[in-house]
């Protein structure tokens, strides 16, 4: 995985189940501290992603 902004190739992904949907990832980059989201190999912005959280049903 290559970084957007900085184009490092030193970036942290980890998988993250909000709801019952498909698996988001998440990842990092260690070197600009860039952070973006993925599902299904497109890209989710971050509104999406706290929507998407939001959805998750309160117990
Ligand atoms: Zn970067």
Request: net charge negative; proline share 5%; glycine share 2%.
């Amino acid at each position: 995985m290559r970084c957007p902004k900085c184009d490092a190739t030193d970036c942290i992904s980890i998988e993250i189940h909000l709801a019952s949907d498909d698996p988001l990832q998440f990842f990092s980059c260690r070197h600009c501290e860039a952070r973006w989201w993925q599902r299904d190999g497109e890209s989710v912005s971050l509104e999406e992603v706290l929507s998407l959280a939001a959805k998750k049903d309160p117990r």
